[in-house]
């Protein structure tokens, strides 16, 4: 079982990480911002971002403690984290090393990662009626431009192709990428571990 996963509603609408440096928050910001004016989020489609965007440091300006996973604009990870994807999925993803402070000005304790997921898959199967297609442009032309949209009432028959993901820990998917995809066994290593800061949105069968 694969699921979808964002960001906590504790870690989202709780806490609140910045850029120590107001130079390197303007840039990482005037880039995000950039990117979604242009329909191109790079991390969104298996690239590595430019390191000189990410801020060497942030610090926890809200909110009591950092958690594992922090998907405000760049993605954030703890090192258990990072190391729980790499077991699975090792030289794939790119990690940048970020210094974190806490509230108070001391480091935090710890080393964090900005995460940019590099794995980009066509690995959704409508055969358990889940989905729908929806054509893209010319797509009498061009057959292969579609994308997926679930059913209304469709959240229980999800489904990924088992053979398309095997080997891969975490990835987007090209025809539903709004969320990533985490594979069961990190799922299984998130949870028993205790890491904190996601939650699951929706299940997706292998088969």
Known sequence: ???????????????????????????????????LDSNDTLWDFGRPMPEEYFPKQVQLIKGKEVFDYDGAHFTMVSDRLKRAIEDIEPGVHQFVPVDVLGRDGAPYGGQYWFFTLCSFLDAISPDLGGVYKREG???????????????????????????????????????????????????????????????????????
């Open 1 to 35: 079982m694969a699921a979808q996963v964002s960001t906590s509603v504790k870690s989202k609408y709780h806490n609140e990480i910045v850029a120590t440096d107001p130079a390197e928050r303007e840039k990482a910001e005037r880039f995000y911002k950039d990117c």
């Open 137 to 207: 442009y010319d797509f009498a032309n061009h057959p292969d431009r579609y994308s997926w949209v679930i059913k209304s009432g469709g959240r229980n028959n999800l489904a990924v192709y088992k053979d398309k993901i095997a080997g891969h820990a975490v990835w987007y998917d090209v025809r539903y990428p709004s969320s990533p995809f985490y594979a069961d066994a990190l799922l299984n290593r998130l949870e028993a571990e205790g890491m904190e800061g996601w939650e699951k949105m929706t299940y997706w069968a292998e088969i």
